[in-house]
């Protein structure tokens, strides 16, 4: 009977801290409250707390990253529906070559735009520890960026081949960016 009551004792601050976190709405991101300050649950508590504080600025972080990127996308977005609207609003065949050429280098720019967006919250990904920088295969990356440029070149009369042997040169990096870098590089 002593034992019986020493325990329910001993569990008590354990159970009244279950019961709060049966109850806690989630996506509630306030620190839990201290309830016995006393008691083992202390410790728990306060670690609980400091992760929800991390939890906390980490969506802080990427809501104002998603804010920003919308931001930046919005602007080339309306830059192309006008240039659409110019060009549908125009029976003048040249004005419409003119737009859908406008609108190219618009979703060029758009689409470069979206990349480093994308390249920059990889990076932020791996500086928070998520992933180390695998080997990326060089000899491929320099291979398919001057294949995705070839006809873009040979539109501008500019000869653009590799002619390297096959090798396997790796270095430690994202893929993504290195091959962007190897683009911009090359054209």
Not at 16 to 27: F, I, N, T, Y
Request: proline share 5%.
């Amino acid at each position: 009977m002593l034992t019986g009551w020493l325990l329910r004792r001993v569990l008590r601050p354990m159970r009244r801290l279950s019961a709060l976190m049966v109850r806690r709405e989630p996506g509630l991101l306030t620190p839990l409250p201290e309830l016995l300050p006393w008691s083992e649950t202390r410790l728990l508590i306060v670690a609980f707390n400091r992760y929800i504080d991390r939890l906390r600025v980490m969506i802080s972080r990427q809501e104002r990253f998603s804010a920003d990127a919308s931001h930046q996308l919005k602007t080339p977005l309306a830059v192309l529906k006008t240039q659409a609207s110019v060009a549908l609003a125009s029976g003048d065949p040249r004005l419409w070559r003119e737009s859908l050429e406008a609108m190219s280098g618009t979703l060029d720019s758009t689409i470069l735009l979206t990349e480093r967006l994308l390249q920059l919250a990889t990076i932020k990904r791996k500086e928070q520890g998520e992933h180390a920088f695998p080997p990326v295969d060089l000899h491929e990356i320099v291979h398919n960026s001057c294949f995705s440029r070839l006809q873009q070149a040979r539109s501008k009369a500019i000869d653009l081949g590799y002619e390297g042997e096959p090798s396997t040169v790796t270095i430690a990096g994202d893929g993504r960016v290195v091959e962007r870098a190897v683009r911009e590089s090359a054209g």
